[in-house]
């Protein structure tokens, strides 16, 4: 799913831009500890958490893209990391578990 695929999915507007950014399964969590331990390469991450350690976070286990739910603002520090390191972020309206709804097209994490 490309980043305009999930943008669309989940009603959102795109906050850092990387339009290469692909997602191929889906996780949500707002425990950065379980994103570690339990997403992986190529997961659109689902979540409240608008702060820097999300990107590094990200970084590690291979995610492209981050939905940010509830329309929460997204810091400068996070978005020119998010930029640095190549990852996306979404902003949408909705909860965590309405964002997982739309994006079910994608499968979860298989791990």
């Known amino acids: 799913m490309t980043l305009d695929e999930v943008k669309d ?4 507007n795109v906050a850092v831009d990387v339009p290469e950014a692909q ?4 996780y949500a969590s707002d425990l950065l500890s379980d994103v ?10 689902i979540t409240i958490q608008n702060h ?8 590690l286990v291979g995610t492209e893209i981050i939905v940010v739910c509830h329309n929460r603002e ?3 520090d996070m978005a020119e990391a998010a930029k640095r390191e190549g990852v996306a972020i979404v902003t ?3 909860s ?5 709804v ?10």
């Open 9 to 12: 999915a989940v009603a959102g």
């Open 23 to 26: 997602a191929s399964c889906a």
């Open 36 to 45: 570690m331990g339990h997403s992986g390469e190529g997961a659109v991450l």
């Open 52 to 59: 820097l350690n999300t990107i590094a976070v990200c970084t």
């Open 74 to 76: 997204i810091p400068p």
């Open 92 to 94: 949408t309206p909705l």
């Open 96 to 100: 965590q578990f309405a964002a997982s």
């Open 102 to 111: 739309a994006l079910s097209s994608l499968p979860p994490v298989a791990r």
